[in-house]
């Protein structure tokens, strides 16, 4: 399902963060690969609520393995956007987004899905829902100016393979209130949904 080069650079940050008991999810591409079209990737996007407090314990559980800067993390923290760390072994990057507070942020923490992403471990990950990465997905699309042709097959992959199980309610109220309704409504014409 999802290149090995990925998984190996995810597993261990999956780890450390269950060991400190940090919610996180898996979203981005390797995200809408599980639920709908799956693509090639060179990088992995999660979204972790780290704490301030748990940063040492978290690069002295890494830190071996990836380059990881601390000031990076705790400037990430204050001012809740992102960092990133690169897995020695096989050059990916891990972009590690922190949640804004945000109610749309903490409704996909708590609907992640615990996902096998690998036929031969049984650990699961915890992987966005297919709607919360539709509408991450729709969000990304519209910050990038809405001209990325890849984000827009993504979100079009996932809506047709899901389409039986998809909660269109979910995502027409998110989609309103996070202003993403004229996109969310082209997305469903042009997956004939």
């Known amino acids: 399902m999802i290149s090995a080069e990925i998984l190996a650079a995810i597993r261990p940050v999956t780890l450390a963060f269950e060991q400190l008991g940090v919610a996180y999810l898996i979203g981005g591409s390797v995200a809408s690969s599980v639920y709908g079209v799956a693509r ?5 996007d999660l979204m972790a609520d780290l704490k301030s407090e748990q ?5 002295a559980l890494l830190e071996a393995d990836y380059y990881i800067s601390e000031p990076a993390i705790r400037d990430a923290l204050a001012r809740q956007s992102s960092f990133n760390l690169i897995h020695f072994e096989t050059m990916v990057k891990v972009d590690i987004f922190i949640p804004k507070g945000q109610p749309f942020d903490q ?8 996902t096998l992403l690998d036929k031969t471990d049984n650990h699961p990950f915890q992987v966005a829902s297919p709607e919360d990465i539709i509408l991450l997905k729709l969000d990304w699309f519209r910050q990038g100016g809405g001209e990325s042709a890849r984000q827009w097959k993504d979100i079009l992959g996932v809506l047709r393979v899901q389409a ?12 309103g209130k996070l202003g993403l309704t004229d996109l969310l409504d082209k997305a469903f014409q042009d997956a004939a949904l």
Do not use: H, N
Request: aromatic share 10%.
């Open 40 to 44: 090639s990737t060179l990088d992995a």
């Open 55 to 59: 940063v040492s314990i978290f690069i």
């Open 107 to 114: 409704s996909t923490l708590k609907r992640k899905q615990p």
């Open 164 to 175: 039986k199980t998809i909660d269109q309610d979910y995502l027409k109220e998110w989609a």
